[in-house]
């Protein structure tokens, strides 16, 4: 992949009502344990929009994602479908469609 990058997102509820918390962790005990690490609650209704936007791009990943096993081991997924789908290339252009 071109970035390095993993969602901090944390979204309860779903629609309008839906509460975002964006944060710094990546809620690992080295991570909460050993450090500062902050999470903010997102109040712009634009902006909580795009979170969840790029939080949905995620999910329909296809082409890298991988899932955690019940004994917390990485297994990658098989597409489900034939058409891949790679988050990483469809945020990059949703970011190129909206500028």
């Known amino acids: 992949d071109r970035y390095l990058e993993h ?3 944390l979204i309860f509820g779903a629609g309008d009502n839906a509460e975002v918390i964006m944060g710094s962790a990546d809620l690992m005990t080295r991570n909460l344990y050993h450090r500062i690490e902050v999470c903010v609650p997102i109040k712009n ?3 909580k929009k ?3 936007d790029y939080f949905e ?3 329909k990943d296809n082409d890298k994602a991988v899932v955690l096993t019940s004994n917390l081991e990485q297994e990658k997924t098989e597409p489900d479908t034939q058409e891949i789908f790679n ?3 469809s945020i990059y252009n949703y970011l190129q469609n909206r500028s």
Do not use: C, M
């Open 7 to 9: 969602t901090r997102l």
């Open 45 to 47: 209704s634009s902006l």
């Open 50 to 52: 795009e979170l969840i």
């Open 57 to 59: 791009i995620q999910w």
């Open 87 to 89: 988050a990483q290339t």
